[in-house]
C-alpha cells in the first residue's frame, strides 16, 4: 500500500474518522437532572454503534486502503472506494436520524418517559464527523484542491561524492541504469533499459536515431493520481501514476510523455501539466 497516493481528501476523511471515534466514547443523550456520567455512550447503543460509528468508521478504512492500493478490488461490479463512499452517507444519514429522536423507541412506551431527552454531546460530534467524511469522501473526485497529494513527493537524491556508489533501487532520482555489455554505446532517444547490443568487430558504428531535440530520460513525480494509457493508443488505462512516487519519462511525444513504472510497464502520460522533474 502507497500512503504517498493518498490525497487531501483522503486526510479529511481520516481526520473525521478519528473524530467519529472519539465521539463514540461521549454520552449520547442529555436528560434533565441525571449526571452526564450516568449516560450511556454509542458502545451501549446498537443502533447507534452499527449505524453510525462503525458504518463510517469503515467507510473511511474502505477509501484509504482503495486509494493507496495500485488496482482498487472490485466488489460486485463496484471498487471498495465506492462502497466506502455509500458506508460513509449511510453513517451521516443515520446521525442526523439519531439527532432528530435521540430517545429512539422509548417514544412508544410514553409520552413521559422521552420528556427531557435531548441529543449528547456523542451524538451531536457524530453527526458533525461523519457530515464532514462524507462531504470528503463525495467532493474528492471533483475539487482539484482536495485531489492535491497529502504527503509530498520526496525531494530528488541529492549529488553523490567523487567515487561514491550511488544508492540502488527503482523509484527515484539517481537509482543507477541497468549495466550494459562491456563496450555497448545507449543511443539517444532509445527507451530506458533497451540499448543496442556492442558493434561486430570490424563493422561500422551505427547512425544514431534521431529524435524530438533530443530527448533525454528523467524521473518526474505527477501532483495528482493521472491514468496512464497503452502506446497502442487505446482510451482504456492499463496503469495510475500516484502521487509522491518518482516515474522514469523514456520518451516523449509531443506534449505527452512515455512513462515507465516500477514494474516495467510502459504507457502514455497525456496530462504532463504541473509534474515535477527530478
Known amino acids: 500500500m502507497n500512503i504517498r497516493s493518498l490525497t487531501r481528501g483522503d486526510g479529511v476523511v481520516i481526520g473525521a474518522a478519528v473524530v467519529l471515534f472519539i465521539a463514540s466514547f461521549l ?19 446498537g443502533p447507534v454503534l452499527l449505524g453510525v460509528i462503525l458504518a463510517g468508521i469503515i467507510g473511511a478504512a474502505l477509501i484509504v486502503v ?9 466488489v460486485v461490479g463496484l471498487d471498495l472506494g465506492q462502497f466506502g463512499v455509500a458506508f460513509t452517507v449511510f453513517a451521516a444519514w443515520s446521525a442526523l436520524g439519531n439527532i432528530f429522536d435521540p430517545a429512539g423507541g422509548v417514544d412508544n412506551i410514553g ?9 449528547g454531546t456523542g451524538l451531536i460530534l457524530a453527526l458533525i464527523a461523519t ?3 462524507a462531504a470528503a469522501a463525495i467532493a474528492t473526485p471533483l475539487v482539484p484542491a482536495l485531489q492535491a497529494a497529502l504527503l509530498p513527493a520526496p525531494k530528488p537524491a541529492a549529488p553523490q561524492p567523487y567515487g561514491a556508489q550511488p544508492p540502488s533501487g527503482y523509484g527515484y532520482p539517481g537509482a543507477p541504469a541497468p549495466q550494459q555489455p562491456y563496450g555497448a554505446q545507449p543511443q539517444p532517444g532509445q527507451p530506458f533499459g533497451q540499448q543496442q547490443p556492442p558493434a561486430a568487430q570490424g563493422a561500422a558504428p551505427a547512425a544514431p536515431q534521431p529524435t524530438a531535440a533530443d530527448f533525454s530520460p528523467f524521473w518526474f513525480a505527477v501532483p495528482v493520481t493521472r491514468p496512464l494509457f497503452g502506446e497502442d493508443g487505446s482510451s482504456a488505462p492499463i496503469a495510475e501514476l500516484a502521487p509522491g512516487t518518482w516515474y522514469l519519462a523514456v520518451e516523449q511525444r509531443g506534449a505527452a510523455l512515455v512513462a515507465q513504472t516500477q514494474d516495467g510497464r510502459r504507457g502514455v502520460l497525456q496530462d504532463t501539466s504541473g509534474i515535477q522533474r527530478g
Open 111 to 119: 409520552h413521559s418517559s422521552s420528556d427531557g431527552f435531548s441529543a
Open 131 to 133: 457530515l464532514v467524511m
Open 27 to 45: 454520552g449520547l443523550y442529555s436528560i434533565d437532572q441525571v449526571d452526564s456520567s450516568e449516560i450511556p455512550n454509542a458502545w451501549s447503543s
Open 66 to 74: 482503495a486509494r493507496g492500493l495500485p488496482q482498487a478490488p472490485k
